[in-house]
């Protein structure tokens, strides 16, 4: 496994709510300078839920992040030539071939993603950072089904009915509330103390997602899963420094999408 000593001793300190000393983009040149092809292409698969988001928007004609792997017109492209794009994405051109039915059922491509990032990296850090997003999607989409009587079997359609988080929000579909399992609880926490302002439940969020991702890279300061943990917490870094009011509401409606 290579070891990247320079880049390991050359990342700045970061902080939710700071300006941070390195961009993003900068990060980004840094690392196509640095990585081996193997490497590169982990984090090209860090950047796959903003490629996510950056489809949909390229579909109905909204904002663009630049942040994800392909610029706008490199995206078009992309999705007209069916390259570059990972299987469960060509599965869905195929199955959905209208742009109504592809916006249609494009929450499904969430459990796609993560599944097959999950199961592409079985172990390391993109298997527990893919493996997050999905513990706090599915526990948001629970909660605000509860908030909003939401049918959350319609919610879930897409999820697997057999693995266990989605079986326990499936076994408390008539309670009056959702209690998450004791490893995400903290979740529902933070859910009912910012629900009615989405920029504080958003940032809650970041905050949460942040202080995860740096128990995970613990590994050692070195290795490509603390690279990759590095520019997932500048990712969050930079989201809350663009962040309004109006894009906290955006961003948080989409994770129940």
Known sequence: MTQYYFLGTSFPPLM??????????????????????????????????????????EWLGVPFDE????????LEEALLMREGLPTF?????DKYESSEDRLRFFSSLYPALYREMMEKYPSGFLHEYYKLEREIRLTMTALRAKR?????LRELQFEDPTDSTVAGIIAQKDAPEYTPPFETQILKA????????PKELHKALLEYRFDKLQELE??????????LG???????VESWNKLDVGKGTELIEHLSR
């Open 16 to 57: 939710i709510g700071q300006v941070p000393q390195v961009s993003f983009d900068e990060l980004r040149e840094l690392l196509r300078m640095n990585l081996t092809p193997p490497d590169w292409a982990k984090f090209v698969d860090l950047l796959r839920l903003i490629d996510l988001s950056n489809i949909r928007a």
């Open 67 to 74: 942040q994800g792997n392909y610029p706008a017109q490199q």
């Open 89 to 93: 994405m060509l599965d869905y051109l």
């Open 148 to 152: 909003f009587h939401r049918d959350i």
């Open 190 to 197: 933070i859910f009912t103390r910012c629900a009615d302002d």
């Open 218 to 227: 613990e590994a050692g300061p070195f290795s490509m899963d603390a690279i």
């Open 230 to 236: 590095y520019a997932a917490r500048l990712l969050l």
